[in-house]
């Protein structure tokens, strides 16, 4: 059973657009929501978390939009740059349970 | 050190060999995590450690996985009979506190079997 479901599966965004990647989740007892990135032979590096007391979180060109009810959440890259071309990684957990990943999605932005 | 160290940085091995994976968390972190992350996959949870107690092991494919961290520190993760299916980017992450914290990852093993 996956309990983070993302997409897409891969995006491609033409430089100062906007890239948008989506997750869904299903164990209603998460309450800690980060998005990774990773760039190749790199680890993942968290970039930006929510917690479900907020409905919207932003750091810089990076927002973390959350939807309790629905049980999803997505991160919008605003004026996406060639540098920000990685993968991405939606995340889930709880203070009882170790942190489950998505599959990722592969963002281009193209020059 | 600076961020969490891993090796070696890859790692060739014959079908049937046994392979050790060392992970050095960030000074001071309590936990650390074992995960493993197959080509053009997410990572998936293999086992977590809060200082040298082994809290949760159920991620581990089979019993020829075996982690430690006998001091509290440094981890090894070791695969016993090595076969093909075992190859992946082996990934240690390490954290302040417990469950629920912000994870800090290394650049991981990658492990190939023949």
């Known amino acids: 059973q996956q309990q983070v479901k993302q997409s897409p599966q891969s995006l491609i965004v033409q430089k100062g657009g906007i890239s948008i990647i989506n997750c869904a989740y299903e164990?209603?007892?998460?309450?800690?929501f980060p998005w990774y990135q990773q760039f190749p032979g790199k680890g993942p590096a968290l970039l930006i978390a929510i917690r479900p007391d907020v409905s919207e979180k932003k750091e810089g060109r990076f927002t973390i939009s959350f939807n309790k009810s629905a049980k999803q959440f997505s991160l919008h890259i605003m004026d996406s740059q060639p540098g920000d071309s990685a993968t991405y990684f939606c995340?889930?957990?709880?203070?009882?349970?170790?942190?489950?990943f998505g599959k990722g999605t592969m963002l281009l932005v193209s020059p | 050190g600076a961020g969490v160290s891993q090796s070696p940085r890859y790692k060739v091995a014959k079908r049937g060999q046994d392979v050790a994976l060392r992970c050095d968390p960030i000074?001071?972190?309590?936990?650390l995590f074992w995960y493993q992350q197959a080509l053009g996959q997410g990572p998936e949870f293999l086992t977590y450690f809060q200082n040298e107690a082994q809290l949760d092991k159920s991620g581990l494919p089979s019993d020829r996985f075996f982690a430690e961290r006998p001091e509290g520190s440094v981890s090894t993760l070791k695969i016993q009979r090595t076969q093909q299916e075992d190859s992946a980017v082996y990934l240690c992450?390490?954290?302040?506190?417990?469950?629920?914290?912000?994870?800090?990852f290394g650049s991981g093993t990658q492990l190939s079997v023949l």
């Open positions: 164990n209603t007892a998460f309450d800690y």
């Open positions: 000074s001071g972190h309590v936990s």
């Open positions: 992450a390490s954290s302040l506190g417990g469950l629920g914290e912000k994870l800090f």
């Open positions: 995340a889930a957990n709880s203070g009882y349970s170790t942190l489950t």
